[in-house]
């Protein structure tokens, strides 16, 4: 059996998530002032996070059959902290449904643990979003002080 479309899919999202992973390591060097500390903190840990989703993504390509292959988006973050959580909380989102998508994949196929694993992984996402949609609350009080 050809797993040719959940390997495209995998290898996709594999670079969205280490797209993620650099822009939230760029964004938490590039935050300053103490007022800011929360969001720093939240894109520090969610660096390992991503990074760990990443991991697991090439590592289903590989077992598939496939070979990771990395293409991330370099473009640069937004400088604006209210901006940066926005686009991110944006970003999570279609991480969310992109999840949802391989795990349907997944279960077409047969791949149980798979499928369990991006449900989890769509769940982590969603967490991450409406983290950043509190600290953009947040964050839009602080800017107005």
């Known amino acids: 059996m050809s797993h ?6 995998l290898t996709s999202q594999l670079n969205r998530e280490v797209t993620t992973f ?13 007022e800011w500390e929360p969001v720093r903190a939240m ?7 991503e990074l760990a989703h990443a991991q697991y993504l090439a590592h289903q390509v ?5 070979s990771p292959v990395l293409d991330p988006d370099l473009s640069p973050p937004p400088e604006r902290v209210e901006a940066m959580l926005t686009k991110d909380a944006d970003e999570e989102r279609t991480d969310v449904r992109n999840y949802i998508e391989l795990a349907r994949l997944a279960e077409n ?10 449900e989890e992984q769509a769940a982590d996402e969603d967490a991450h979003g409406h983290e950043m949609l509190r600290l953009a609350g947040s964050a839009c009080t602080v800017a107005a002080v």
């Open 4 to 9: 040719s479309q959940l390997i495209e899919r």
């Open 22 to 34: 650099l822009r939230y390591m760029l964004q938490a060097a590039q935050i300053r002032g103490a």
């Open 43 to 49: 894109y520090l840990e969610e660096v390992k996070d």
């Open 62 to 66: 590989s077992l598939l059959g496939g």
């Open 109 to 118: 196929e047969g791949l149980i643990a798979l499928k369990l694993k991006m």
